[in-house]
């Protein structure tokens, strides 16, 4: 833990929190992680021998934030996600039949991965009490990979998933959720959201379970790829991915929580 990775962390924290309050800086930064981790994304396709087609990828995630700004999802998604299929199609015909299919399904899992999941947060941010609910979901987020991480640093014996993530371990997963849980709850019940406490703890408990589904995730995607990290966008932190792939399937599992208790 050296003092330039700790300082990186800082800033990016600093950014993403306070990009928070201002919704068009909120929207363009996920953008850039959308862009950065299409990137990042199209290497980790090539390592594992098959590739994707980049300009559909950029493409469609771009729109999907976009849409989720502008709050047209409702209108125009069936559209780009036909265009989106179609693109991969076409431009997987012009860069010749190997893999094929296997670069026409990665360019499409890539755009829904990091535009359609990334852009719920967009949609939340949008909600007219979006600031409060996306701040209270970065809480919950920051709060189960903080605590994670230092847990199973200090305590971790028994590995989660060791084919999978090697430094992950089931004692830094469960005080992750506990602690994710106990505060996401008193942060949902204050002032700053105020919930009923039993939504306020389903809801935490299910934001800190997609935060550490979603790193899972990634190190899915990499051990594929065989690589350790999705690149070095962020040096000591490593890629785009490395950073933000805890908050990937958090958005959707914070609106399908709300949309489903009413609470939208």
Same mark, same amino acid.
């Given at each position: 833990?050296?003092?330039?990775?700790?300082?990186?962390?800082?800033?990016?924290?600093?950014?993403?929190?306070?990009?928070?309050?201002?919704?068009?800086?909120?929207?363009?930064?996920?953008?850039?992680?959308?862009?950065?981790? /299409?990137?990042?994304?199209?290497?980790?396709?090539?390592?594992?021998?098959?590739?994707?087609?980049?300009?559909?990828?950029?493409?469609?995630?771009?729109?999907?934030?976009?849409?989720?700004?502008?709050?047209?999802?409702?209108?125009?998604?069936?559209?780009?996600?036909?265009?989106?299929?179609?693109?991969?199609?076409?431009?997987?015909?012009?860069?010749?039949?190997?893999?094929?299919?296997?670069?026409?399904?990665?360019?499409?899992?890539?755009?829904?991965?990091?535009?359609?999941?990334?852009?719920?947060?967009?949609?939340?941010?949008?909600?007219?009490?979006?600031?409060?609910?996306?701040?209270?979901?970065?809480?919950?987020?920051? @709060?189960?990979?903080?605590?994670?991480?230092?847990?199973?640093?200090?305590?971790?014996?028994?590995? @989660?998933?060791?084919?999978?993530?090697?430094?992950?371990?089931?004692?830094?997963?469960?005080?992750?959720?506990?602690?994710?849980?106990?505060?996401?709850?008193?942060?949902?019940? /204050?002032?700053?959201?105020?919930?009923?406490?039993?939504?306020?703890?389903?809801?935490?408990?299910?934001?800190?379970?997609?935060?550490?589904?979603?790193?899972?995730?990634?190190?899915?995607?990499?051990?594929?790829?065989?690589?350790?990290?999705?690149?070095?966008? @962020?040096?000591?932190?490593?890629?785009?991915?490395?950073?933000?792939?805890?908050?990937?399937?958090?958005?959707?599992?914070?609106?399908?929580?709300?949309?489903? /208790?009413?609470?939208?």
């Amino acid at each position: 833990m050296t003092a330039r990775r700790v300082a990186v962390g800082l800033l990016v924290a600093i950014a993403g929190i306070g990009s928070i309050f201002w919704a068009p800086l909120f929207a363009l930064l996920l953008t850039l992680v959308a862009i950065v981790g /299409s990137v990042e994304f199209a290497a980790l396709a090539k390592r594992a021998g098959a590739g994707l087609s980049l300009p559909v990828a950029l493409g469609g995630c771009t729109a999907y934030m976009a849409l989720a700004f502008f709050q047209q999802m409702y209108r125009y998604e069936h559209g780009l996600l036909a265009m989106i299929i179609v693109g991969a199609i076409v431009l997987g015909l012009a860069t010749g039949f190997d893999h094929f299919g296997a670069r026409v399904g990665w360019t499409v899992v890539a755009t829904l991965y990091l535009g359609k999941l990334l852009s719920y947060l967009v949609v939340l941010r949008q909600l007219p009490n979006g600031e409060r609910i996306v701040l209270w979901t970065v809480v919950i987020v920051v @709060l189960t990979d903080t605590v994670g991480m230092a847990v199973g640093l200090r305590y971790g014996r028994a590995k @989660l998933w060791a084919q999978l993530s090697p430094a992950k371990t089931w004692e830094g997963a469960i005080a992750a959720f506990a602690v994710a849980c106990g505060v996401g709850t008193i942060t949902g019940t /204050s002032l700053l959201v105020g919930v009923p406490w039993g939504f306020a703890l389903a809801f935490s408990a299910i934001v800190s379970l997609a935060a550490q589904l979603g790193d899972l995730v990634e190190s899915a995607f990499k051990r594929d790829a065989r690589v350790k990290d999705s690149g070095e966008f @962020l040096g000591e932190h490593g890629g785009m991915l490395d950073r933000f792939d805890s908050y990937v399937l958090v958005g959707a599992a914070a609106y399908v929580t709300l949309l489903w /208790s009413g609470h939208l």
